[in-house]
């Protein structure tokens, strides 16, 4: 039975490839000479959240690191090193740092069940909830609280990116580069922009400028 889900996704992949080349027949060649993003996506590993098919991007379009919750942790050299390939290499000029409603890595950190390794991981969530528990005081239940939490956890991350040595160093040099910060729902299919969106290194505090 595993075996045969397997070959599936080999069928599947064939009849993708074989719809592009109909549409395009040079679309690989091209692909393959180089990528030209504009856009860095940050989003969550869910798989119900698929970065290019959200934005009805092609591959080659779209700049694309995903974890548990999308988080930017200074210490995470795996983020790190994709913002500043993304910054510095191609010269992307959006960065999209976007969340869902719903998350279930957010509703593990806030939940009183013990869920092993990424406890540990979403540790930087239950923090975030932990110094602004006075926000959470009118949710009606753990839906509302749930949500709220993945908006401000947007927010908490375009600040990350913003804060980093690298976007702060492309902002110095006068590089056109913005930060946004997006929430999806799975229930409708549709994007909402959070209304936080940097462009330059005046709209950080003083500690985190060069």
């Not at 090193?81 to 993304?86: L, N």
Request: net charge negative; proline share 4%.
């Amino acid at each position: 039975m595993g075996r045969h889900r397997m070959k599936n996704l080999f069928e599947n992949n064939r009849y993708w490839a074989n719809q592009i080349k109909s549409e395009d027949p040079l679309f690989f060649e091209k692909l393959a000479r180089q990528q030209q993003p504009e856009y860095l996506w940050i989003g969550c590993a869910d798989s119900r959240v698929p970065a290019n098919e959200i934005v009805g991007l092609l591959p080659g379009e779209l700049f694309v690191h995903r974890n548990v919750a999308n988080l930017v942790i200074h210490t995470d050299l795996n983020c790190l090193s994709v913002i500043q390939y993304a910054v510095d290499v191609l010269k992307v000029k959006h960065v999209i740092v976007c969340g869902h409603y719903g998350c279930g890595g957010v509703a593990t950190a806030i939940s009183e069940r013990p869920s092993g390794l990424i406890d540990n991981w979403l540790l930087h969530v239950k923090d975030l909830y932990h110094r602004n528990h006075a926000m959470f005081v009118d949710c009606v239940d753990d839906e509302h609280r749930v949500n709220r939490l993945c908006e401000m956890n947007v927010t908490e991350q375009v600040n990350n990116v913003c804060h980093t040595s690298i976007v702060q160093a492309a902002w110095q040099r006068g590089q056109e580069l913005n930060v946004h910060g997006w929430i999806y729902s799975i229930t409708d299919g549709l994007l909402k922009d959070l209304g936080i969106t940097f462009d330059a290194p005046g709209q950080v505090p003083a500690v985190y400028r060069p």
